[in-house]
Each structure stands twice: as C-alpha cells, then as structure tokens.
C-alpha cells in the first residue's frame, strides 16, 4: 500500500505536541533528549514543508497559533492510536486474544475500571484491556469514530442516538466545605442551606451534562442558581479550591473515602440520586469480544 506522505513528518508531529504540552521548547528539548537547536530545526522544517506556522516563540516561552491549536488534538488522537498498538504488540507476545480500549473519566479510572478489568480477566483470561482518559464531553465522539470499543462518563442519555447506553452507577451528591465553615457544625445538609454560597464547578465544556444536573438539583429542589466563583478541570481540582477556603463543591458519593483531612464532607439529605455513569459503545462497529463482554456485563 502507497503511503503519500513523508515519515519524518510523523515524527516532527510528535515532537510539536511534546513542545505543546510542556509550553517550552527547552522544557521539550529535555524531555526528549534533543538539543534546543536541534529541536528547532525539527519544528522550524515542520512549519516550512507544511506551509503552516503551528507556534508562537516570545522569550517568555511558546503559545499555539490557530492553526496549532487545531491540529493539536488530532495528533494527541494519534498518539494514544501508537499507545494502544504497541500495548496491543505487547500482550500478543504474552499470548493475548484481543485488546479492548476502555475511554473513561478520570472519576471512572478510580473507583470503576479497576473492578471492572479485574473482572474481565477473571471472565475472560486472554482478553487485555486498554485505558485511556476521556472527557465525559467527548465520549460519544470516540466511540462513535471507533476510536474506543468502551465509553464511560458522566450523562444519562446521549446525544448520537445510534450509540447504546449502560448505567453503571447512580450517586447523590455530597457537600464538601472547608474546615471551619458555618455549615460543618451541621451533621445533615439540605439544598437550601446552600442558597448563598460560592461554588467550584467542574467546566461545563468537560462534562456539560454532570455541570446541567447539578445546576438542576440546585434550582428543582434547593430553588436557588448555584453562584459559581470557579469553574475547573477536575475534581481533585475543585477539592483543591475547596481546601483553600474558596468555595464549596458538590461530588458524587464514590469521594467521600478520598477527602482530604482539611475538608468536611456532609450528605444533602434531599438530594437525589441523579449522578450517573453509564458505558456506552457503538453497535454499528462489529466487535466480538466487545459483545462478550457485554453480554457477562449486562
């Protein structure tokens, strides 16, 4: 098969992304072992042969063009592609079956996927699963494109109806509230006593419908939009926040065994169980093992 296009490309690609994700040629330029010269030369014939100016260089370090930025996620995509086959060449040489690629949340790489590869070796001995990290956000779109044959987040229904969902999980939602706060003498917590409070949140462009349940939770039985004075990428993040006294945050359930000790964790006894983590996959894309899976799973 005719391949059009220069190998050495590949490798510049990847180099962009390393300069990308440390924000600093020379930050990369360690991390790889390369010279700084040499690593310029690398992006420098990158841009050149692609007609494409992917970076900004200040002396404060390197930002991303538009162009950068859009490319960017295509080549990550690529990357954790490289990650999965040689993970895959790997397992053939300990006499692997087949490799299933699981994209989950970080709260599900914690307290769901562990069991859940425990208990596809114990079904089935010889097939190996691969876990990566997703958004809840983008899920659909990687299962949907056969990127992963599992999808796990947080949402209750999908958007792509031709994708099929499994709930895994309902929690209610905790408060967690800096030490010293007004409402730790209370032992039990109802949504109104939050009405006049600042709230860390996780983006809504990380996971839209986790962000919109949780504001609904709010204003349905609280009667009250929740203020949100930061809005973060995760939830060690909003835990982080919560700790330094700048604000609270509401959590699944599955959290409260990981609070640090300068933060209270409190039940909202009138909160419902509405967090959910589902798995979904597509039918569209043949899978045997997947479907085996499926069927001990279901």
């Given at each position: 098969?005719?391949?059009h296009?220069d ?15 440390n924000?600093?040629?020379r930050?990369?330029?360690a ?13 420098n014939?990158?841009?050149q ?33 490289a ?18 690629s ?5 709260e ?31 899920v ?34 905790i ?6 706060h ?10 109104k ?8 949140f996780?983006r809504?462009e ?30 060690s993040?909003?835990?982080?926040y ?14 409260k ?37 499926l069927?001990?799973?279901?």
């Amino acid at each position: 098969m005719a391949h059009h296009f220069d190998h050495k490309t590949i490798r510049q690609l990847l180099l962009f992304a390393v300069v990308a994700e440390n924000q600093s040629v020379r930050k990369a330029a360690a991390k790889l072992n390369l010279s700084v010269p040499s690593l310029l030369n690398q992006l420098n014939e990158l841009e050149q042969n692609l007609n494409l100016k992917f970076l900004r260089r200040s002396p404060r370090g390197v930002s991303l063009t538009e162009e950068g930025k859009a490319a960017l996620p295509s080549i990550e995509r690529f990357i954790t592609q490289a990650e999965q086959l040689y993970y895959s060449l790997n397992q053939m040489r300990e006499d692997s079956c087949g490799i299933l690629s699981v994209g989950a949340n970080a709260e599900a790489m914690l307290f769901w996927v562990p069991d859940f590869k425990k208990q596809v070796k114990a079904d089935f001995p010889k097939i190996e699963i691969f876990t990566k990290e997703v958004d809840s956000r983008d899920v659909e779109i990687e299962v949907s494109e056969g990127l992963i044959s599992f999808g796990i987040g947080l949402f209750k229904d999908l958007d792509d109806k031709r994708l099929r969902l499994i709930p895994l999980r309902r929690e209610r939602p905790i408060i967690l509230l800096p030490k010293g706060h007004r409402l730790t003498a209370n032992r039990e917590i109802y949504l109104k006593d939050l009405r006049n409070e600042e709230f860390v949140f996780h983006r809504r462009e990380v996971a839209s419908k986790y962000f919109d349940e949780l504001v609904r939770i709010c204003e349905n039985i609280g009667g009250f939009t929740p203020r949100i004075c930061h809005e973060v990428q995760s939830s060690s993040r909003q835990m982080a926040y919560v700790s330094c006294g700048q604000g609270i945050a509401m959590l699944g359930e599955s959290f409260k065994d990981w609070i640090p000790k300068n933060i209270v964790a409190r039940p909202i006894v009138d909160a419902p169980a509405e967090i959910q983590l589902s798995l979904v996959w597509n039918p569209l894309i043949q899978s045997a093992l997947r479907d085996q899976v499926l069927e001990k799973l279901r």
